[in-house]
């Protein structure tokens, strides 16, 4: 397999949550359309995670979930081989899939040159929590993710520990939206901001509402309290994810 990495990532934002979760957040102010996350020639899946295939086709198989799109656009195109046996009930089962999540993609198939090529540019869709996007791919040989526009942002998250049992929400939170940000039932939480947002704080015990502090774009806190009033101060959807264990 050869990959091809010319994405630019922030490497003075890099941090591990809880000793195993690691978190990269693009260089945002140096993208540039046509930078790739790819490879040429399948990849070796962590055998320490079972990956599935999706009900729709046994060629539609879970991913790495490695990847998540916060804004602006990009194309992903998937590319394969006689060897792959993919056929184009395949293809349609995989665009049937892309239909059903909250988010629109866009679908270009070419079965001449044996690929489909998928669009998609983030407009703040996904009103409801939801688990990871594009939680499935089309088990082909070459996979090419690339910025269509110079705001595409892509954080990357991985697993040092795959036996380690984190679980995902997001959810897009509009310009001047606020919303509850409720702790998962569960040990320990992270929440993610993708955007400028404010939380409310809590003094000597009590919520107030005109008592809130920053939570700036790439930052993550740990969700201490049930629940915390997250707001959107910026002129852009806001991809806010839960990470938790």
């Known amino acids: ?16 949550l809880e000793g195993n979760l690691q978190l990269a957040f693009p260089d945002y102010e140096n993208i540039e359309v046509g930078m790739e996350i790819g490879r040429v020639g399948k990849m070796e899946l962590d055998p320490a995670k079972i990956k599935t295939t999706h009900k729709y086709s046994e060629k539609i198989k ?3 979930q490695n990847y998540i799109l916060v804004n602006g656009s990009v ?16 293809v349609d089962a995989f665009i049937q899939y892309l239909d059903d999540c909250p988010e629109t993609w866009e679908c ?8 489909l090529v998928t669009r998609i540019t983030l407009a703040g869709e996904n009103k409801d929590w939801a688990t990871f996007p594009l939680s499935y791919m089309l088990d082909t040989s070459n ?22 049992n984190w679980g995902m929400k997001h959810i897009d ?20 901001t993708t955007q400028d947002s404010v939380i409310e704080t809590t ?8 008592h809130t502090m920053p939570f700036n774009k790439y930052e993550y806190k740990k969700l201490e309290s049930p629940s915390v009033k997250l707001k959107n101060i910026s002129d852009k959807a806001n991809k806010v994810i839960i990470y938790y264990k």
Do not use: R
Not at 75 to 80: A, K, L, N, P, R
Not at 203 to 210: E, F, P, R, T
């Open 1 to 16: 397999m050869n990959v091809i990495f010319t994405y630019k990532f922030d490497d003075t934002k890099l941090a591990t």
């Open 62 to 64: 879970q991913n790495q």
């Open 75 to 90: 194309s992903v195109t998937y590319e394969w081989i006689e060897e792959d046996n993919i056929e184009e009930k395949d």
């Open 108 to 115: 270009e198939k070419d079965l001449d040159n044996s690929k």
């Open 143 to 164: 996979l090419h993710i690339v910025a269509e526009s110079t705001d595409s942002e892509i954080m990357c998250i991985m697993q040092k520990n795959a036996k380690v």
């Open 173 to 192: 939170v509009a310009p001047n939206e606020t919303i509850d940000v409720e702790k998962p039932d569960c040990e320990t939480a992270y929440v993610i």
């Open 203 to 210: 003094l000597l015990g009590s919520a107030n509402d005109g």
